[in-house]
Each structure stands twice: as structure tokens, then as C-alpha cells.
């Protein structure tokens, strides 16, 4: 049998009715969906970081804590239901076969590099630049330049969705490769709605500060028309 044959035969014998699969799916979906409802509750009508925290960094920690144990469940469950609970095409190659090697070790690569570049992300944004800080109102001095964000715009979504390939891979999961395809498609939507809105939280503060920075212009210039007069 080819190993796209091995790869049909393990796509059709897939359980899509597993229950952890089906847990997954939907946390793919509702992580995201989550935490862009949230903070843009906050962003429009301060309801946590003013209203129920009273504190936009308590807020967004709060937020963070969320983020991070949903991110723990959606793991586990793709693992178990998407990946180690579906046929993996191992169970049809022989153990001399040069494909078991080839993909733990392409497996191990994609992972890796994913979580350079999630690890690398929350080196350079911090706990509140990851977790969507600039929705509460804490904002960075200036944009990140520098790695990871040299290399693609959205390093973290990136990352994860690596990180899932990677471990699909690695377990010969070709089930587990077609959910990582969808985690892609998620994240990707995602971006068109978070990163046009991130931009213009920052266009709006660079606004302000243009606009203090000439009322304070004008107000020097005020004060110094003002003493040469006195003198005059």
C-alpha cells in the first residue's frame, strides 16, 4: 500500500464521533471567540477593568488565567481525540519503514519552531502584552520590531497552529493534520478582526499624544507671548 493509500485508509477509518475530538473542535472556535468578546467588552465599556475589577491590569490577568486553562483543556482534548485516539498511519508501516523517522523528526521541527515563536512572543509582549493588555488600556511605549515579529506579523497564532502540526505529525495522525489545518483557518479569521482593531487602539493613542504635544506647544507659546508683553 502507498502511503497516501495508508493515509486515505486512516482518514476513513477516522472516529468522528469522538468525544474529545468533538471537545477540541469546538474549543478551537470558542478559545479565540472568548477572549475577542471579552476584552473588546472592556475595550468599549471598561465592564472588568473598571466595573467589576477596578483595575485594568487585574482585568487583564483575570483574562490571562481564562486564556491559559481553556488552552490547557483544548490541548489535551485534541492530543487525546484528535490524535492519539485516531488511527496514525505508524500502525501500517513496517518498523524499518524510513517514513517513521522522517516524521517524528519533521514532527519534532514544526513543533519546535512553533514554540520559538510563541516563547518568543511572550518574551518580547509580557503577560499583558500576550493576553490582549492593549484592549484594557495598557498600551506599549512603541510597536515590537525585532524577532519574532521580523519574520511574521502574528507569531504567537502562528506558533500554535505549528505546534499542533508538529505534534500531529509526530504521532502519525493524519486526522490530527486536517484539525491543524482548521486551527490555521481559525487563527487566520481571527487576525482580520484583531489586528486592523489592535492598529487602531494605537492610531487613536498616537492621535492623542499629537494632540497634547501641541497644546502644550500652544501653551508655551501663550505663556511666552504672554511675559513679552509684561515686559513691553
Not at 59 to 67: F, Q, V
Not at 211 to 227: H, L, V
Request: glycine residues 8%; positive net charge; charged residues 20%.
Amino acid at each position: 500500500m502507498s502511503f497516501q493509500g495508508i493515509v486515505n485508509t486512516c482518514l476513513s477509518n477516522t472516529d468522528f464521533n469522538n468525544s474529545f475530538s468533538k471537545l477540541a473542535l469546538g474549543l478551537i472556535v470558542l478559545n479565540p471567540t472568548t477572549w475577542n468578546v471579552i476584552a473588546r467588552l472592556d475595550h468599549k465599556y471598561r465592564v472588568f477593568s473598571k466595573k467589576i475589577f477596578n483595575s485594568k491590569y487585574k482585568a487583564c490577568y483575570s483574562l490571562a488565567i481564562l486564556i491559559f486553562t481553556l488552552g490547557i483543556f483544548r490541548d489535551h482534548a485534541f492530543l487525546k481525540g484528535c490524535v492519539l485516539e485516531q488511527p496514525s498511519v505508524f500502525e501500517y508501516l513496517s518498523k524499518d519503514s524510513l517514513w517513521i523517522p522522517l516524521l517524528k523528526v519533521a514532527g519534532g521541527l514544526f513543533f519546535a519552531a512553533g514554540q520559538i515563536l510563541n516563547l518568543g512572543s511572550m518574551y518580547k509582549l509580557g503577560i499583558d502584552g500576550t493576553y490582549l493588555g492593549d484592549y484594557f488600556g495598557i498600551l506599549k511605549d512603541e510597536k515590537l520590531s525585532g524577532f519574532p515579529f521580523n519574520v511574521v506579523e502574528h507569531p504567537m497564532y502562528i506558533g500554535s497552529s505549528l505546534s499542533f502540526l508538529g505534534t500531529a505529525i509526530y504521532y502519525g495522525s493524519p486526522f490530527g493534520v486536517a484539525v491543524s489545518g482548521f486551527v490555521r483557518l481559525v487563527y487566520q479569521i481571527a487576525e482580520q478582526f484583531e489586528g486592523p482593531f489592535t492598529n487602531k487602539i494605537y492610531a487613536k493613542r498616537e492621535e492623542e499624544r499629537e494632540a497634547a504635544k501641541a497644546q502644550k506647544i500652544s501653551n508655551g507659546a501663550f505663556k511666552e507671548a504672554k511675559t513679552s508683553n509684561k515686559l513691553y
